[in-house]
């Protein structure tokens, strides 16, 4: 019964705000079936933990997947505890939801490849971003076009907060996949949650090669996220890299995507530096931007951080500038929010929505210090 409930709580999606909804997936979540084996869940205290842990599991998917919905929770993730300090219970709930999702449809996985797609849904919904819109289509059509290649995809996707790296990853699992995030070709990976523990690091060692090596078997195309990869510990490289390299073994064409702030501040000076000579934004390429945003990741501290050791070992296909929003930037963001919740705007509204959001620097007030990060929850206050 709970499993039912819990499906709901990831599945309803009604009020999230990114221009978006794909009309085939509207009902989805409305013919839930039971999971037909009670014997599935085997030992109470296993269940126990289940149910402990799966509201802050469900919690951290749902801000994955919408991340307007979870403002102001961003910050609580490295306090969090899991019952015993276990990966068990995650593992045995991450299956379920695969379990759950198999029973369901089998076409689960179902691979897309909709490049027409992705470059109208990235050109539409991803404000700002000429450069990492280029970027990727160029990468993606290239490595698709590719046919048995035997060199996994990475792309390292860099920028400020709320700038749009999520929402350009959950675009192209939507065009790629028939089932967007919930396919089955699909892990995510968030530091806090799956990997919290230090202490644990032999056991997400196993876990992380278990899981992504059961995903490739089973699809032909897996995609890999790994959420806020700064924070990933540089020890589960060791995981990672047969599957990162090229190997002939590999039977599957695999995609990661690295998302991180790292090197952040390389960009923004190149942006700044740009608006201050008085010249277009859009004039930017990634010429521009790749040194200093390559020099900011590898200053840091060297080997302590994954994206900048995943560079130094040359596993990087493309490094995927995102540009600081402006104001205009922001207020489009704002309008597809109205529009996503089927609200009428006007200017005004607009302006109200970005009028108390914080500008950078000081003196300009050019940049949106949090991206397009607070404008959801900000016109959800306005409608109350
Ligand atoms: C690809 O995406 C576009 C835009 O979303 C859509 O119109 C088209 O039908 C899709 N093509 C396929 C084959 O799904």
């Given at each position: 019964m709970w499993g039912t409930i819990l499906f709901l709580v990831v599945f309803s999606?009604?009020?999230?705000?990114?221009g978006h909804s794909r009309p085939d997936n509207k009902d989805q979540h409305e013919e839930v079936p039971a999971v037909n084996n009670g014997a599935w869940f085997t030992g109470v205290p296993q269940m126990q933990d289940l149910t402990e842990v799966s509201w802050e599991y469900m919690q951290d998917l749902q801000c994955w997947l919408w991340p307007e919905k979870c403002e102001g929770d961003q910050h609580t993730h490295s306090s969090w505890d899991w019952p015993n300090a276990e990966w068990k219970p995650l593992q045995l709930l991450s299956d379920w939801y695969s379990r759950v999702i198999e029973d369901r449809d089998l076409t689960y996985g179902r691979i897309t490849n909709n490049l027409t797609g992705l470059q109208w849904d990235l050109g539409r919904r991803v404000h700002g971003q000429h450069l990492a819109v280029g970027l990727i289509l160029s990468s993606l059509e290239k490595f698709l076009r590719e046919d048995g290649s035997k060199k996994p995809l990475t792309l390292s996707f860099h920028g400020?907060?709320?700038?749009g790296k999520n929402l350009a990853a959950k675009i192209i699992a939507e065009n790629l996949y028939?089932?967007?995030?919930?396919?089955?070709?699909i892990r995510v990976f968030i530091p806090q949650l799956?990997?919290?523990?230090?202490?644990?690091m032999e056991a997400y060692k196993a876990q992380l090669a278990k899981q992504i090596t059961e995903v490739t078997l089973r699809c032909l195309q897996p995609l890999f996220v790994f959420d806020e990869?700064?924070?990933?510990?540089?020890?589960?490289l060791d995981s990672l890299l047969p599957f990162l390299r090229p190997a002939e073994t590999h039977k599957s064409q695999s995609i990661f995507i690295f998302l991180s702030a790292m090197g952040a501040n390389g960009i923004n000076e190149v942006a700044l530096n740009f608006w201050r000579a008085g010249r277009h934004r859009e004039e930017i390429t990634a010429d521009d931007t790749d040194r200093p945003l390559k020099a900011a990741i590898k200053r840091k501290e060297g080997d302590m951080f994954l994206p900048s050791r995943l560079l130094q070992e040359g596993l990087i296909d493309a490094v995927v500038p995102f540009l600081p929003l402006e104001r205009a930037h922001v207020k489009l963001c704002a309008r597809d929010c109205f529009v996503a919740r089927g609200l009428p705007y006007t200017e005004t509204a607009l302006q109200k929505v970005i009028q108390e959001l914080l500008f950078v620097p000081k003196e300009e007030q050019l940049f949106s210090a949090k991206g397009c990060k607070l404008v959801a929850q900000r016109i959800y206050f306005m409608e109350l």
């Open positions: 999606s009604a009020g999230h705000c990114n400020w907060t709320g700038t028939k089932d967007g995030q919930k396919s089955l070709c799956h990997f919290p523990h230090l202490s644990h990869a700064d924070k990933i510990p540089v020890a589960l």
